[in-house]
Structure formats: structure tokens, C-alpha cells
């Protein structure tokens, strides 16, 4: 039985392996050219080399910082929207409107907006990913915020709950599943918009950087490095963030 | 000064407005409760027994008439008043101790002391031991219970049960009928006033049935049970009764579903 289940989470690896084994083909047999697209083991090779280089790390740290501070300012402003409007239909007709009207701008269609006031800074990166991470935050906290059913909310009249403590007993955990799903597609959403901004603000530094420059310099190796570590580490927030769902939505399970 | 726990149900009337129609639910309703009475409503489904109750809870607020708990006038829900809803509504985020306590959170009791409360609530539904358990990995009869001590907890003078034994099997459903007896007797000022639809039940638990007919719901009968407890449910007297009671519906005891003894 678990002998099973360890097989079938292997499941996952077999595109991957297999795609492996179709660019390796490819590769050997010169099919296609190396600097378009590189054997394997030069990419192996140059990965270890920038490993023992070291400036991976710092490139690597960089856009992690960036995507922490901005997927957090994202999250806090689309919590507390989402929230708002959520609790009150009052501020849901003030804000709702603007806030879907708004978000059908494309995400990138910021870029010019944000350079022009706050100019190539660290800032403008910012606020360019806290605003991807801020819509889906604010429409899943305000879609949880309505999952209270009518016959929880009569239990909380017959306790004679007050306001505060209808939100925290029964609203906010409520919405807690919605909540957490709305974090997770912030986090990817802000880790794939920190390459955007440092492809787009042009500046130094970071995982974006790396590849741009990399692309400049016809690095194809490098390149593939970049993309498959952004997808790595996407994986693995990913993965995290599942972990802390099933942790912290432990009631949903039945036996 | 009325007792503590006493009903007064005078000339209640109770309509719902659907799409622009005003349909009559209850009329002409009169029921005196005393303190630590046990009764029952039994009627045919749709006859009001749920909007009845609610109004007595103070989750409907339109009415004609009056509803007086010890004298005074129901005005929205209030903690002198349990509640056992039909489905059991604890909340599948909390624990059954977080459930069950859940009536203590605005007083100032101090933790301790709530703890302690809520510990001798789940003893007296048979919950020890279930204090970490969520809801979903409670079975039905379970539930029923912990919902049960979650309404005692602050200690109301009346306890309001929506047919809170109707969705368990027959033998889980004898079983906490003996148990609602016990706690109403530890209980001994409490108030009880439960829906069903099991006349069995009705006979075994209530000092007085309150038999309902529907459209418009009005009181039909009102029965008192004289018979001495506890209560033998293959006695001459008891079958008797329950024979007069399924009489007022027009069924005989043959054709009803009766448990065997
Ligand atoms: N909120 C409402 N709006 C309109 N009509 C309602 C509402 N609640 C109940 N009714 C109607 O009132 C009548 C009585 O309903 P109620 O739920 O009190 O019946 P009941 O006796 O509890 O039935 P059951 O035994 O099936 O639970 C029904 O005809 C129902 O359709
Ligand atoms: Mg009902």
C-alpha cells in the first residue's frame, strides 16, 4: 500500500525524464544547433561552475528579497481589501467597481506608469510585484469572507457573539481555506512578475538580470540554468504552501 | 415574579411573505410552559414546529401576539436560552472542547474556570476524551451530543431541540433518549422543549405532547403524561398513550414504524 503511493508520486517525474531524454536525442545528434539549444552536460557543467562561482547566490537573494518584500506588502493590502469588502456591502459598491475596472489593466501595462513616477528604483519593482500578488489576494479573502453559511450565523446570534468575535470565530476561518488559496497564487504570481521586473527595470542584479544578460551574450547554458531554477523554486514554494494548508486546514479532514 | 424558565405563548400568529403572498404559518397559538417541564411538539412535516421554535428562540422577529419568557417579552436571541438545532451546527474549524465552550468566550471567567465548565459538560454527554477531536471525525450521535452540552453551557433556563435525535438509527436514538432524560433530570431546572416526529420518543421523555396540524399550524391537542419514571415502554399505560396520540393523526399503531422491545 505505501509502496503504492511512493510509486505513484514518481508519477511526476516522467514527462521531465522523458523530455530529458528527447533534448539529449536531439542534442547528440546535432539535430539543432548547440548555441540554440545546448547538450545537457555543458549545462550540467556550467551550473556547477556557477555554484562554485558563488554569484548565483547573490543574484538568487537578491530577487528573493525583492519578491518577499513585495508579495508581503501585496498580500497585507489585498487582505485587508478583500476583507472590507467582504464584512460591508457599503465599502464593496465604494471600492468593487474601481477595483475591477482596474484590474483588467494587464499587469505590464504598469510598466510605463511606474517608471515614469518612481523612475528605475527598487520601489517601482516593488510595487509591480505587490500588485500582482494584491488581485488575486484581494478577490479570494473577499470571496471567503462571504462562505459563512446562514446557519453558522445564526449559531453566532444565539451565542450573542459581538462583531469582532463573529470575524474571528467564524468568519476568518471560514474564509481561511479561500485565504490560503488566494496566498498561494500571489506567491507564484509574485515570483514570475520578479523576473519581469528585472528584465523590464532594467537594472542590476538578480535572477532576471542574469538571464537578460546571459541572452545578450548568446549564453544559452545560462540561460537554461535560470529558467529551470525559477521553476525550482516555484515548485517549492508551491509545495510549501500546500504543507501549511493541509497543517492549518486540519478540520477539513474527516478520519 | 414569574419562575425562572416559565414559556407563555398567548394568541401567537406568525405569516411569511413569499413573492408578495402572505401565507399564514401559525395561528391562534396558546402554550403555557413551566419551569422544568418537559415537552414536545409533534405535527406533520410543514406544520410550523421549526417556525415555532425559532420565534421562541428569537431568530424570527415578526410576529402577532406574544411570546413571555418569565414575564417578559422575546426580543432576539439570548444565552438564557440553549439551542440543539436539527443539524448539529458545531463549527468544523473548532475542536469539540473549543465547540462545547463556545457560549463561555464572552464571559469573564477566567480560563481556568471555563475549562472547567466544559470539561463537566462533556462529561455529562459521555464526550471525555473528545476534547481535541474536530467535528467531521465525530459520528452523528456524537455530534448531537456535543451540540447538546454546547448549549447547556450557560446553563439556560430553557432548552429549545429541534428534533435533535431525527437523523440518528434507531438503536444510537433509544440510547440518547435515556441520556436527554438523565441530563434533564441533573438538569432539574431546566426547561425543555423538543421537537420530533417520533411519538415513541414523545411518550418516553415529555410531561405534556403538544400535537400540531398544519395549514394554517395551530395546536391541535395538548396531552399530559402522567405516567410515573423512569418510563416502560411495553407498559399497558404507555402504549395506551401512544395509541391516543397516533389516533389524533389518523394512523394506527399497526401501521407505524414502532420499535420492539
Ligand atoms: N423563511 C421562510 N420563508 C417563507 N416560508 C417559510 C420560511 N420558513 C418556513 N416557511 C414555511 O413555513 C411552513 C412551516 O415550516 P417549518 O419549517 O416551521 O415546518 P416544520 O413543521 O418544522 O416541518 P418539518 O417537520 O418538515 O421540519 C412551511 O410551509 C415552510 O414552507
Ligand atoms: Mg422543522
Not at chain 1, 62 to 84: D, R
Request: charged share 20%.
Amino acid at each position: 500500500m505505501d509502496v503504492n503511493k511512493e510509486v505513484l508520486k514518481l508519477r511526476g517525474l516522467v514527462v521531465p525524464l522523458a523530455l530529458l531524454a528527447v533534448w539529449w536525442i536531439i542534442t547528440k545528434n546535432e539535430w539543432v544547433s548547440a548555441v540554440f539549444l545546448p547538450l545537457p552536460e555543458t549545462v550540467a557543467a556550467t551550473f556547477v561552475k556557477l555554484f562554485l562561482k558563488g554569484k548565483i547566490f547573490v543574484d538568487l537573494n537578491e530577487s528573493i528579497t525583492k519578491v518577499a518584500k513585495g508579495f508581503l506588502v501585496g498580500i497585507t493590502a489585498g487582505f485587508l481589501l478583500g476583507t472590507a469588502m467582504g464584512l460591508s456591502s457599503t465599502l464593496e459598491k465604494l471600492f468593487g467597481p474601481l477595483f475591477n475596472a482596474v484590474r483588467q489593466v494587464p499587469i505590464l501595462g504598469w510598466i510605463p506608469v511606474l517608471i515614469l513616477i518612481f523612475g528605475l528604483t527598487e520601489l517601482a519593482k516593488i510595487i509591480f510585484i505587490a500588485l500582482g500578488a494584491f488581485y488575486p489576494m484581494t478577490l479570494n479573502t473577499f470571496d471567503g469572507c462571504r462562505q459563512l453559511k446562514k446557519e453558522y450565523l445564526e449559531v453566532a446570534r444565539v451565542f450573542e457573539f459581538n462583531k469582532p468575535r463573529l470575524l474571528w470565530r467564524f468568519i476568518l476561518p471560514s474564509a481561511l481555506p479561500s485565504i490560503l488559496s488566494g496566498i498561494r497564487v500571489s506567491m507564484s504570481e509574485a515570483w514570475m512578475l520578479v523576473i519581469g521586473a528585472e528584465i523590464f527595470f532594467k537594472t542590476r542584479g538578480g535572477l532576471g538580470d542574469m538571464m537578460w544578460e546571459a541572452k545578450t551574450r548568446v549564453q544559452m547554458d545560462i540561460v537554461f540554468i535560470t529558467i529551470l531554477i525559477i521553476g525550482l523554486i516555484g515548485f517549492i514554494l508551491n509545495y510549501v504552501m500546500k504543507i501549511l494548508e493541509n497543517r492549518l486546514l486540519r478540520w477539513r479532514i474527516s478520519n | 415574579m414569574t419562575q425562572r424558565g416559565t414559556l407563555d405563548i398567548v394568541n401567537l400568529k406568525k405569516t411569511f411573505n413569499v413573492n408578495g403572498n402572505t401565507t399564514p404559518v401559525l395561528e391562534n397559538i396558546n402554550l403555557k410552559v413551566k419551569q422544568g417541564e418537559f415537552v414536545s411538539i409533534i405535527g406533520p412535516s410543514g406544520c410550523g414546529k421549526t417556525t415555532l421554535l425559532r420565534l421562541v428562540i428569537g431568530l424570527e422577529n415578526s410576529y402577532e401576539g406574544q411570546i413571555l419568557l418569565d414575564g417578559k417579552r422575546i426580543n432576539g436571541p439570548g444565552l438564557d436560552r440553549g439551542v440543539v438545532f436539527q443539524d448539529h451546527r458545531l463549527l468544523p474549524w473548532l475542536t469539540v472542547e473549543r465547540n462545547v465552550g463556545l457560549g463561555l468566550e464572552g464571559k469573564r471567567n477566567g480560563k481556568v474556570v471555563n475549562k472547567e465548565i466544559v470539561q463537566a459538560h462533556l462529561k455529562l454527554v459521555g464526550l471525555q476524551g473528545f476534547e481535541k477531536v474536530y467535528p467531521a471525525q465525530l459520528s452523528g450521535g456524537m455530534a448531537q451530543r456535543a451540540a447538546i452540552a454546547r448549549a447547556l453551557v450557560n446553563q439556560p433556563e430553557l432548552l429549545l431541540l429541534d428534533e435533535p435525535l431525527g437523523a440518528l438509527d434507531a438503536l444510537t436514538r433509544m440510547y440518547m433518549q435515556l441520556e436527554l432524560e438523565k441530563i434533564w433530570k441533573r438538569e432539574a431546572q431546566v426547561t425543555m422543549i423538543m421537537i420530533t416526529h417520533d411519538v415513541e420518543e414523545a411518550v418516553y421523555l415529555s410531561d405534556k405532547v403538544v400535537i400540531m396540524s398544519s395549514r394554517p399550524g395551530t395546536i391541535k391537542k395538548i396531552i399530559p403524561v402522567e405516567l410515573p419514571r423512569p418510563r416502560d415502554r411495553a407498559s399497558y399505560d404507555f402504549m395506551k398513550l401512544k395509541e391516543e396520540i397516533l389516533e389524533e393523526f389518523q394512523l394506527h399503531a399497526e401501521n407505524v414504524f414502532s420499535y420492539a422491545i
